[in-house]
């Protein structure tokens, strides 16, 4: 007779092989398989969908979420993010164009975390939110997570108690050890929409092929990330030309490369057609900044400002020119990106100023 084995829900036969005494001879359990029900999401606390194994807090994802990185990153008031993709089995996402998120299925969830580990006093770590954007029948839908103190919850508050979103008080240390303190903003439902609306619907930001072109380093080793979407299942397929966006703090790559790479992650989702700044005169997409009028050189500013300021980018002459001026500013009617950061960003601004002091053409 057969013996019967019995093993905890959450573990799972992986690999047998039967021998005449019928032995198995190789058992290998796997993390927990992810709770998700499409209808029921979003759930109440993060915990329960199972993203991670272990301690919440140490955001160690559960089989099949698959972190991910652009080459670019959004800034957020310097916070750091971890990023992941869960997929529901037997469906995957579509290429559609280098500039274009991926074409996700039915019951995708992009999970982004933002937290900082240098949290004074002490230099501890600490996350603040967690941000998910799932895909149900009627959309993209946003869920917006809280952390508590202990770091052991995150609590959604995605509702209609929370539609002015709140503020958290934060002290950290910047990489040059500049301490920083500033009350980080957590997005209510309406503000991410207005940076995620493309054709007045809700869709994701850094999920191009065109950032997702390089490689991470995944625990078993260095891979493309497209590849290793398709490789897990979760797309289709790609091209081998994708004209791809750098890293902006890579100073091996050409510096005009760097700073439309640092546009288009941080601005190009509002300044492009159908979007929350269509009717501004700039457009900041990486595949139409090879022409420098898109990115403002010798326009003129489409809105009083200051008599000094005629032009978007004046070439050579970063204090005459409207966007050098908006990206210094934390006055939040003057400031751009209007939403996501209440400082400065002191590397983006350098790189921005550098890039004018290289332009000589004159402006009619």
Not at 217 to 225: E, S
Not at 273 to 291: G, H, K, M, P, V
Not at 329 to 338: F, G, K, W, Y
């Amino acid at each position: 007779m057969k013996k019967l084995y019995l093993f905890p829900i959450f573990c799972f036969l992986f690999i047998f092989s039967c021998k005449s005494d019928e032995k198995i001879e190789s058992i290998e359990t796997v993390n927990p398989v992810v709770n998700f029900n499409i209808d029921a999401v979003p759930y109440a606390k993060l915990s329960t969908y199972a993203f991670f194994k272990g301690d919440l807090k140490d955001l160690n994802p559960s089989t099949k979420v698959i972190p991910y990185e652009p080459a670019s990153s959004l800034f957020t008031d310097y916070a750091l993010k971890k990023r992941f993709i869960w997929m529901p089995d037997g469906v995957k996402a579509n290429y559609d164009g280098d500039d274009k998120s991926l074409n996700f299925p039915l019951g995708t969830v992009l999970i982004k975390n933002f937290y900082y580990n240098t949290i004074q006093p002490g230099n501890t770590t600490k996350i603040l939110e967690t941000r998910l954007m799932i895909k149900k029948s009627s959309g993209w839908v946003f869920a917006e997570y809280l952390w508590n103190d202990a770091q052991t919850e995150a609590e959604l508050v995605t509702g209609t108690n929370f539609t002015t979103g709140s503020s958290v008080n934060i002290t950290f240390k910047k990489e040059n050890n500049d301490v920083v303190t500033t009350d980080y903003r957590i997005p209510s439902e309406s503000e991410c929409f207005a940076c995620h609306k493309l054709d007045n619907k809700p869709v994701p930001i850094g999920v191009k092929p065109q950032n997702l072109n390089v490689s991470y380093n995944y625990p078993n080793g260095l891979k493309n990330q497209l590849q290793k979407l398709v490789d897990e299942g979760y797309l289709q397929s790609f091209p081998s030309n994708i004209v791809s966006t750098v890293n902006y703090k890579d100073t091996s790559k050409p510096l005009d490369i760097r700073l439309r790479s640092y546009l288009d992650i941080n601005c190009a989702h509002c300044h492009q057609e159908n979007a929350r700044c269509d009717y501004r005169a700039i457009r900041l997409s990486f595949s139409q900044t090879t022409n420098l009028s898109k990115i403002g050189v010798c326009v003129m500013a489409d809105e009083p400002i200051d008599p000094s300021l005629e032009r978007i980018i004046m070439p050579g002459n970063p204090s005459k020119s409207v966007m050098h001026f908006r990206l210094s500013s934390v006055n939040e009617s003057n400031r751009m990106p209007l939403l996501g950061r209440t400082i400065v960003h002191d590397e983006g601004l350098d790189l921005l100023k550098q890039w004018i002091n290289t332009l000589n053409q004159n402006c009619p």
